[in-house]
T-cell receptor, first 111, second 109 residues
Framework: DVKVTQSSRYLVKRTGEKVFLECVQDMDHENMFWYRQDPGLGLRLIYFSYDVKMKEKGDIPEGYSVSREKKERFSLILESASTNQTSMYLC??????????FGPGTRLTVL | QKEVEQNSGPLSVPEGAIASLNCTYSDRVSQSFFWYRQYSGKSPELIMSIYSNGDKEDGRFTAQLNKASQYVSLLIRDSQPSDSATYLCAVNPGNQFYFGTGTSLTVIP
C-alpha cells in the first residue's frame, strides 16, 4: 500500500513564525503536491514537484515556499505565518499523471 | 469558470437506496478522472478511477464517464450510513489535478 506521512496532525504557531510542514512518501513516486483545504473553497494547489529539486507554483503560492532535496520528501515552508494561513494542509504523491494518494493532513492554527 | 463543478449538496438518501453524484469539467483534453471520499476531519481517499467512456464498476460503486458531454458521475448502490461523507471529483488533463469542491452525502438509517 502507498503510504504518505506528514510530520504533524495538529500544529499551533504564532503570527510571524517560520513553519515547516514535512511530507514523506514510500512508493518512489515522481510527483508530489501540497494543497490547503478550507470550508467552501475545496482543495487548492499551493505547489507541486515533478522531480528532485524541481518545483512548480500552483494556484495559491503566495506566502509559501517548498523544498524537495530527496525524491521521497517534499517540504512546505511558511516563511512568516499569518492568521489567514490557518487551514488543513494536505500532501499528496502520485506516479506520472496518475492517481494521487493523500497523507493524513496537518491542521495548522496560526494565532 | 471553474475547472470542475459539483453540486455541494447536501444530498440525503435513505439506507439501501442509490446515491447519485455528478460532476462536470471544462477541460476537454482531460483523460483521467477520479472519485475520492473524504470523511470529516480526514484526508481524501481514492474510491474509483476511470479513463474510458462508459461505466466502471467496483463493488457497490459505479463510475460513469461521458467525455463528449464532459460529465462524470458516481453511483453508490445499497447506500450505507458509513457512506456518509463528502465526495470529491477530480480530473487530470495531463500534469495537474483539478478538484471539485465536493458533494456532501448523508445516508439516513
Amino acid at each position: 500500500d502507498v503510504k504518505v506521512t506528514q510530520s504533524s496532525r495538529y500544529l499551533v504557531k504564532r503570527t510571524g513564525e517560520k513553519v515547516f510542514l514535512e511530507c514523506v512518501q514510500d512508493m518512489d513516486h515522481e510527483n508530489m503536491f501540497w494543497y490547503r483545504q478550507d470550508p467552501g473553497l475545496g482543495l487548492r494547489l499551493i505547489y507541486f514537484s515533478y522531480d528532485v529539486k524541481m518545483k512548480e507554483k500552483g494556484d495559491i503560492p503566495e506566502g509559501y515556499s517548498v523544498s524537495r532535496e530527496k525524491k521521497e520528501r517534499f517540504s512546505l515552508i511558511l516563511e512568516s505565518a499569518s492568521t489567514n494561513q490557518t487551514s488543513m494542509y494536505l500532501c499528496a504523491s502520485s506516479p506520472l499523471a496518475d492517481t494521487q494518494y493523500f497523507g493524513p493532513g496537518t491542521r495548522l492554527t496560526v494565532l | 469558470q471553474k475547472e470542475v463543478e459539483q453540486n455541494s449538496g447536501p444530498l440525503s438518501v435513505p439506507e439501501g437506496a442509490i446515491a447519485s453524484l455528478n460532476c462536470t469539467y471544462s477541460d476537454r483534453v482531460s483523460q483521467s478522472f477520479f472519485w475520492y471520499r473524504q470523511y470529516s476531519g480526514k484526508s481524501p481517499e481514492l474510491i474509483m478511477s476511470i479513463y474510458s467512456n462508459g461505466d466502471k464498476e467496483d463493488g457497490r460503486f459505479t463510475a460513469q464517464l461521458n467525455k463528449a458531454s464532459q460529465y462524470v458521475s458516481l453511483l453508490i448502490r445499497d447506500s450505507q450510513p458509513s457512506d456518509s461523507a463528502t465526495y470529491l471529483c477530480a480530473v487530470n488533463p495531463g500534469n495537474q489535478f483539478y478538484f471539485g469542491t465536493g458533494t456532501s452525502l448523508t445516508v439516513i438509517p
